[in-house]
T-cell receptor, first 114, second 116 residues
Framework: QKEVEQNSGPLSVPEGAIASLNCTYS??????FFWYRQYSGKSPELIMS????GDKEDGRFTAQLNKASQYVSLLIRDSQPSDSATYLC??????????????FGQGTILTVHP | GAVVSQHPSRVICKSGTSVKIECRSL??????MFWYRQFPKQSLMLMAT?????????EQGVEKDKFLINHASLTLSTLTVTSAHPEDSSFYIC????????????FGDGTRLSIL
């Protein structure tokens, strides 16, 4: 069973701070990693995708990937109350019966307070 | 704008009713679509992979005779929950991926199914 683990939180940060969300995965062959944001009652929305080791920045969001440590993270700079949501880490399966399928972590609830 | 459209957004019906949910890819042809279910305060669980022109692939523990999937065209997959019961009440979400290159999955808006 391929697993993706996240801290469920809740993670609470003040407005303007950096929020750091972490994720580990068990499938060492995985090559594609995604962060989705899900507001309550809504479907997930893609925030970032990352495929290579290192950092990838998009606006206030930075994804970090370390395949050797099987670790992927998401940093949100200048956090805003509108960033309050559940953040889902997803890993795409690399082979076998999991090929092409996304496995989701349990999600981290982020609250940004004014 | 949305690249995956899902309909209906909410269904409330009596126990024993069959419910059909549609998932359409708007900007690309999707040979593969995915159906997920999400219970309150839980993450998304993959139910099945919908393959255009062939049978769907179901995850372990998902009853294929209860959750019928049809993927008759490159832009449309349907999930039919047959003889729904209260325990089938959940948030059902479809996704699709542009097969050109290594594209991420995009999700429909989801269908909130409530069985009375």
């Amino acid at each position: 069973q391929k697993e993706v683990e996240q801290n469920s939180g809740p993670l609470s940060v003040p407005e303007g701070a950096i929020a750091s969300l972490n994720c580990t995965y068990s499938d060492r062959g995985s090559q594609s990693f995604f962060w989705y944001r899900q507001y309550s009652g809504k479907s997930p929305e893609l925030i970032m995708s990352i495929y290579s080791n290192g950092d990838k920045e998009d606006g206030r969001f930075t994804a970090q990937l370390n395949k050797a440590s099987q670790y992927v993270s998401l940093l949100i700079r200048d956090s805003q109350p509108s960033d309050s949501a559940t953040y889902l880490c997803a890993v795409k399966g690399a082979g076998g019966t999991s090929y092409g399928k996304l496995t989701f972590g349990q999600g981290t609830i982020l609250t940004v307070h004014p | 704008g949305a690249v995956v459209s899902q309909h209906p957004s909410r269904v409330i019906c009596k126990s024993g009713t069959s419910v059909k949910i549609e998932c359409r890819s708007l900007d690309f042809q999707a040979t593969t679509m995915f159906w997920y279910r999400q219970f309150p305060k839980q993450s998304l669980m993959l139910m099945a992979t919908s393959n255009e022109g062939s049978k769907a692939t179901y995850e372990q523990g998902v009853e294929k005779d209860k959750f019928l999937i049809n993927h008759a065209s490159l832009t449309l997959s349907t999930l039919t929950v047959t003889s729904a019961h209260p325990e089938d009440s959940s948030f059902y979400i479809c996704s699709a991926r542009d097969p050109t290159g290594d594209q991420p999955q995009h999700f429909g808006d989801g269908t909130r199914l409530s069985i009375l």
